[in-house]
């Protein structure tokens, strides 16, 4: 009843473009890195350490109810940016960085703050789930 009465008021029906759902996913990326090799110099058979490994990201995705998509938010773990981790990413994709490579408050801000600065039409009406780093109460002063 509350959320028919919402769509009533923000006008929904008429306007879907204003209703947007974002989510997220965590993902393993396999990243490519230069190839280590161990032998002896002139030896046929050789050894090959660590060709690559999986990074654990995190993707967050938004799109309103016609199906236009926001460019995404996407979360790698650790401290340092390293400039390769954002080639051939979709324009205009946010990246941020987080110890354990996962949403926190601060970041869902930063993506809030994303899709306010993306989307003109205001106001809009955005559907997330409960998780706890989307619960902040700093979120509601953003």
Request: aromatic content about 6%; overall charge positive.
């Amino acid at each position: 009843e509350k959320l028919v009465n919402i769509f009533r008021e923000m006008n929904l029906y008429q306007n879907p473009q204003k209703l947007f759902n974002m989510d997220k996913k965590e993902c393993q990326v396999t990243i490519q890195h230069q190839q280590q090799v161990i032998g002896q110099k002139g030896v046929k058979r050789v050894h090959l350490v660590a060709p690559e490994h999986a990074e654990n990201v995190t993707i967050a995705g938004c799109c309103n109810a016609l199906g236009n998509s926001v460019p995404p938010m996407v979360i790698f773990k650790g401290k340092r940016l390293k400039s390769e981790w954002q080639d051939n990413l979709p324009p205009g994709t946010l990246v941020k960085m987080a110890e354990k490579g996962s949403m926190t408050s601060k970041l869902f801000i930063a993506f809030l703050r994303h899709l306010h600065r993306l989307k003109g039409l205001k106001p809009i009406l955005l559907v997330f789930d409960g998780a706890a780093c989307h619960l902040d109460i700093s979120i509601s002063w953003t």
